[in-house]
């Protein structure tokens, strides 16, 4: 009994020394949230004949001196990392169920990858972006601003034209999902698809025989007055834990409250773990004036691999600073 006594202390004393550890670790932010996700498709950027999205719609409404309060239950948090001590863990998957092929389904399984509140429909909206969507069909035009002169223009379909995203595919094997892939894929459009504070948006798909067209209304609905409640910011997409990635030059994006301020960036990482650096651009200048940072890898993004990313600088005068890894499907 006597001689077991030193092994018991000392197994004692390593119980308590693993204890303390732990506490002191989980007092420390971690640098990497949980959020299950994804597989989204989107066509290569040296894809051919791929349709034009355009460019993304600009808004007219700065929000009021005081905004309402907008409460949010289904964003996740944004985790910001403090520590210079970094754990390697493994991806942490929740279930979430395929992307729909239906134009509400998928665009709101985009936005539960992202952590972003679902939106709803509205048949008047629905109907403008379809008169839209012919519009730029028959006249084989992409625009934010249809002519009045040309066949199908009117009146509702230039609310479409001026709110919304627009698309515009040659031949008729296109489905809705195509349209909302392009947008993912196209930084500015992406940003109004995912802007958390917009609680319903509009859609509109047309084919005639040679070619086909959607829009998007991102904008009629959009309540800018609770972006200051929304507890979100930055959205980030591919999102931290994300499966199944297009391995292209998928761009990253994070975007904070249109109607503020932009982000100093200060530090960029892009790495396929375990260690292999990846070339990319990284910028602020979002088009049509959104705040956020958009990272573009510079070759297509590798398949199958953990791809792990960095982010620093200020917002607002407050440093931050992010670290996720997400995953990429094949090639």
Known sequence: ??????????????????????????????????????????????????????????????????????PVHDALPIIDVQSSIRVFLPLIVRPIPPLPDDWLGRVNGYRLRAGVPPVTEDATLNDNCWQHARYMAENNHITHNQNPSLPYASPEGQICAQKGNAWLGQGTAWQPRDAIDGWMGSVGHRLWLLYPTTPTFGFGFYQNSQRSAAGLDVLSRVRFNNDAAYAGWPVRYPAPDQTDVPATRYPITLHWPYFDQKPVLTGVSLRALPGTTLTH???????????????????NLPANATIEVTVTGTYKGQPFSFTWQFRTGGS
């Open 1 to 70: 009994m006597l001689r077991r006594l030193p092994i018991a202390r000392i197994g004692i004393l390593a119980l308590l020394m693993a204890l303390l550890l732990s506490v002191h670790l989980s007092a420390r932010k971690p640098w990497f949230d949980e959020r299950a996700q994804a597989a989204p498709v989107v066509l290569s950027d040296d894809e051919p004949e791929k349709p034009s999205t355009g460019e993304p719609p600009l808004p007219d409404t700065p929000p009021s001196d005081n905004p309402s309060p907008m």
């Open 281 to 299: 651009t990284a910028t602020t200048d979002l088009p049509v004036g959104h705040r956020g940072i958009a990272i573009t890898p510079n070759q």
